[in-house]
Every structure is written in structure tokens, then in C-alpha cells.
């Protein structure tokens, strides 16, 4: 009986090394022998380390080749230009390349995936943070939306230091904003996908102190607050000892041992801040700060005195720990021991002194008032995503705008509207609803009193106006699948087609379910660099058969895909006092024939990260399959077992005629979609990866060759790659 093939990464690899040592030769297995990321099954963690399990040797030296590798093949050192052809001219199919020949040829431009597990502060090793990087592209480009031109630059905050964030785990939101949003309209970024899956801590509160500030009012406060306006006054000790204990803290040391050193005032400033009495900023449904100080009412002066003291001892405790007496390092180390719900703290505390500046104020609310460094910036912001969204109402809310600036009215709107003027947006997932809402308050459209509940409690949701557009938040599901055909800023994604299942201005929140079988698990991020690797698992020689070019086929794209309405159907068991919710589908026509997809999963769509110096070659082992994107509705339960091919007939007879189209140990395989183009065909795919519940990688092939596309994959451990070509409008 012969013995059985082997199979996996080691097997390929073993064949590999006795191969070269033995005949020098290598000889290329069937691609079914083996796979390139064998060495760590998906969803299976036997305990041991993925990092040593598939260590991979990046540089060997070059002396160590055996076979026919050499550094100059065919007697002559090659010379680099874009791919056109495997093997490239000058090289056989029987060549083996060194190492340095193939990074050369094979790597190089090519994005490396690297993944990053992260312990969390203050909680057991059971959390953790999932995060990945990417190098090797030498360009600026990334897979990131710019944050100016995508209005979402209050969306994230870095926990230290000004500016933008180096790396996702730096900014006191998680997962990170500043790499949330991919630069395709509904797409997300490789590591923010990974950050779904991070193991964060429930919320725990903190111990009471039992330590209470002394009473103050609120023109003390207001006079501390202006005086740090200047800085704090961290040249002499004494003056910051008396500015904060003469005031606000008690001292119980005073008589012996007074508290002037920064780091025990640090100390007791976070101890202060631990009570429960103050506002949890931390928790989703206080960050919409200005809701505490809209109201300066007699009625809401205890709690509009709280926010106003709890942002001055945060401002405080900030300010000593950016002091110029402390190193960065210093800084770092510090901001890491604080707890979350303080670091919320403090970060109100930074947009207030970065935006807010107080002019005059007395003893009660009404005497208070502020300068808004941000105001005239955001009042372009809000007019420029009303051009953009098309807003039905823009001529009367453009001037409704200007009436209400040239009043000074603008603020007292809403506290929506006040928290986006102002710029006192806390980091997450508010901002988007801030500038939404801000502008259906100042629309002066009786319609949008129907429109008054959108908030970032409920994310999944999008609205009609007028039955002109509707308009669905990025992280909607709806908003991810239509956003090919519309335009994404500021979290939220639109024009879309209307509907006729909603009321002419209705608000409408979405049912899905999380996706089947999508799951990142620590090891495979660790492994991530090793599964995604252009050159294959680790060897001495580097065959030329085992790689192929991949070139897209443009010569046939599809044009008969056209979207023909999109459904929702109201949930019966799921309806409480606040909007709709509804079950979205989308139907389309097929060369004259409906398809309707429901949106059931809410998937995520990774945007590719872009190459350089493609098309690459790809390693016979990264499995895939290629279809039309007309052919993809063909596809049953892709990525299972079960995976079957349906001939294009009715759905009576699916069950006779769909035949099986994965073999056994293919559940990795890739399907590539070719969704070239109409943007409805783009559509289409996403609604079918909605519809089966897969996350996908889109890779604009302008961008991001076919090859790297397919290694993301792998890399996110996804099954299916949409490509599209980006074209100008009139000629898609």
C-alpha cells in the first residue's frame, strides 16, 4: 500500500529540504499536496505558541543555497521591471531562485502583514488587545480613509502626545478610530478588523476613596479654569500647591508633610477622580458631554456645577502629567497606571483646552460665556456634508445656517448641535450622529421632527427624508453594501435610493446577526506574517514553477446587474417605544431576472492594502477560485463543507442540480470576485456576502494586484476577495 501523501506546512516543507539536499533539484508538488498556512489551522489552538510553531527564517545566508539557485541565473545579474509574463524573460520554469533573486522579484513592493497581541492595563491576561501592521510599501498610501477629507477627525484621540496615532493602540478609543475607516466608502482597515475581535475587560469601578473636593462656586471654578488657560504654573512649587489645595483639595498632610510634589498631587488628584459622584464618561451613554450643560436652568445647576468641577480637577491632573518637567517616557508610564474611566476624564479635558476658551462668567450659569476655537471649521464641515449627502432641504439649511452664526444662535439648537460647534466630542462612535443630527436640528423642515432619535446608542440604522434619499450610518449594514453606489463622510454613507417600505421621513434601525464562522483568534494573529507570507513557508531555493502570475480578466465585464429596489420589512417581535426596526433586503436584476439578497449578516469589507511595482506573483499554495460577479448568485453556503454550485435555473430544482465545489481540506480556498465595472455589481457581491454572512477584502486592482489581494486574505483569515477598477463616472 503506498504511503499517503503528506500534507500541511510541514509536510511541504520537508519535501522541500530533502529535495534540495538530495538531487539539488526541486521537484513541484500537485497545489493540493499542501497549504501555506497548514501550520495553524483557523478556530483550532492546541496551546502552543503560534510564533514558535511557524517561526519563520527571513534571511538565510545566501552560501547556504543548494541546487540551482545562484545570485546572477543564467550567467547575468537580473534586472527589476514590472511583471508581465511567469517566468520573466530571462529565466526557465526549472530555475531555483536564492533568496535575495526572489525578494527581488516576488516581494518586492508587496505589503507584510504583521500581527500584534497587546496586554491590557490593569486586567488580567485573560483581556488582551488584537492589532496588525503593515510594512513593505513604500509609498505613503495605506488602506486608512484620510482623516481630513473623511471629516472624522474628532472620531479618535491619542491616549499621549499631539497629533496623529503611530499605531491603533495608542488612542484612548479601541478599537482605534484612526485606522477604522477604510479608504473605499463601507470598508474598514485590516487592523481594525482584528480589534474586533480583542478581549476587552468589562467595566470595573473603581473603589470610593471616600474624599470629597471642598465647595466651591462656579465663579471659582470658572476663574481656575481661565487662569490655566495660560498653562499650568509647574516654574514654582508653591504656586502649584496653593492653586490646587488652597481651593479645591484638602491636604491631610499639610501640617508635616505638604503634598508639593507633582506626583503626589498626581496621586491625589486620581484619587479624587475615582469617586463614584462623578460622570462616567466611559460609558457610552454620558458621551454626548453637552447634554449635562444644554440646561442652564435653576434645575439643572447641581448637575451643570459637577461637570464643570469634574472637567477642572481632570484639567488638573492633566496638565501635571504633560508637564515640560516630565520625560515622554516618564509621560507614557504615567498615563498607563491611570484607570480608563479617568483617561475618559482627561480627555474631555484635552478638547476643552483645545477648543474652548472662557470669556466672561459670574456665580450662575446664564453669565457664563465661551469662545469656540472650532466654530467657523466646523460650520464649513456641516455645510460641506450637506453638499456631499445632497440634502434635499440645502438651500433653506444652508441659510438657516447663516441666520443662526450671524446670531449667535447656533449652539443652543440641541446639545448635539452645541457638543459639534464646540468641538467637545469625545472620542468613538458620537461624532457621527453629532453632525447628523446637527444638521436635520438646524434644517428648518417640519419632516425632521421625525428624524429626532438617531443616536450612537443604536449605530445600526439609517433614515428616509422626503422620499428623496435615505441615508445609513457606516456601520449599518445597508450603509456597508450601498456604498459603492453613494458617497462616505463622516461616518455616515449616502445619498442611497429611497424606498417605498418607509414613511416619506422615518427613522429605521436594521436586525442582523453577527457572521458565521468570522473569527480572529490570538494565534492567528500571531501567525498572520507566516500564513501570508509572498514568498511561501520557509526554504533555501525558491522554485519558479511555484509561483504564477495573476492577471484579472477585463475582457468580458459584466453589464447586465442593475440594483431594482431595496426592501425592508418591519420586525413584529422586536419593536419598542423608540423607531422601527426592519430586516433589509436587496433585489436585483440578472440579465431580466430578480434576485433578491437579504442583508441577514452584518459582515465587514476590509479595503485592501495597496501594493507597488505589481502585478506579483503568488504562491502556487494560496488556493482560490475565480468568478464573474454574475455567477456568484450560482454560489451556496461558500466557505463550508456543505460549499455547492447551483447551474443558473430556478430554485425548484436547486437541491437536484447544485453539485459540491470544495474538496476536502479546502474550506481555506479563496473565491475572487470579479466585480469590474458598474458600481452595482460591486453591490451585488457585497449583498452576497451579507447574504451568506462572509466578510470580504475589496481591492481596487489599481491599487492592489490580485495576488496581495488573495494574501490579505489569508492574512485575515477571510474566504473571499471582490476586485473592482475604480472608473471615472460618466465612464462607469
Known sequence: MAEPKKKGLWGGLMRRLSSAQGS??????????????????????????????????????????????????????????????????????????????????????????KGHKRPITHASDHYYGLYTTTAGNPGDENDAANQHNAMIQLTTLRIQGSGPPNYPWETIEQPSLAFGFGARPGTITLTHFASLFSAIPPQIGLRDPDMTPKDVDLAQIFDRLKDLEGGLEDHNEELLYRGLYKRFLKDPDRAWSPHKSMERQITDLVMYLSSPDWIDFSNPKNQVVTKFIYDTSPENEQQYHKFFYQVLLSLELELRINSRHHTDWAKERLIAQIPPKIQWNMALARRWRDFVRIEDYGKTADELKLRFKLKRRQIKMLRRFAQMMKWPNLDDMVDELKQRDSEGTLLPVSSHAMAFFSGLVLPGPTFPFLIMNSLIDIDPDKATDNLALLTHIHPHCGFQYRNSYTYWSSTCIVGKVLAPTCTEAAGWVGPARPTLDLERSQIARIRSRKPRNQVITPEDVLSMSDRSDPLGPPSKVFPVKDYELLVPDFDEIVDTIRIEQVNFRAVGDKQDSGPKWFDASIQFAIDGVSWPLRLMFDVSFINAWPCCDGPHPLFFDYIYTVRKVDEIVDILDWGRPTSRENPRSSQATMSKTAKPILEEDDEEKVLVIEAFGNSDNEVLARAWCSHWGLCAVVADVGKTCMACAIREAYAATLTVVILVEDLPKDAE
Request: proline share 11%.
Open 24 to 113: 539539488g533539484k526541486l521537484e513541484k508538488s500537485p497545489p493540493q499536496a499542501r497549504r501555506a498556512s497548514d501550520g495553524e489551522r483557523r478556530g483550532k489552538s492546541n496551546g502552543i505558541d503560534a510564533t514558535t510553531s511557524r517561526r519563520r527564517p527571513r534571511r538565510p545566508d545566501p552560501r547556504d543555497s543548494k541546487g540551482k539557485g545562484r545570485e546572477q541565473p543564467n550567467g547575468h545579474k537580473y534586472e527589476w521591471a514590472p511583471l508581465s509574463e511567469w517566468p520573466p524573460s530571462g529565466l526557465s520554469s526549472e530555475e531555483e531562485l536564492t533568496l535575495g533573486n526572489a525578494m527581488e522579484l516576488i516581494s518586492r513592493g508587496v505589503p507584510a502583514f
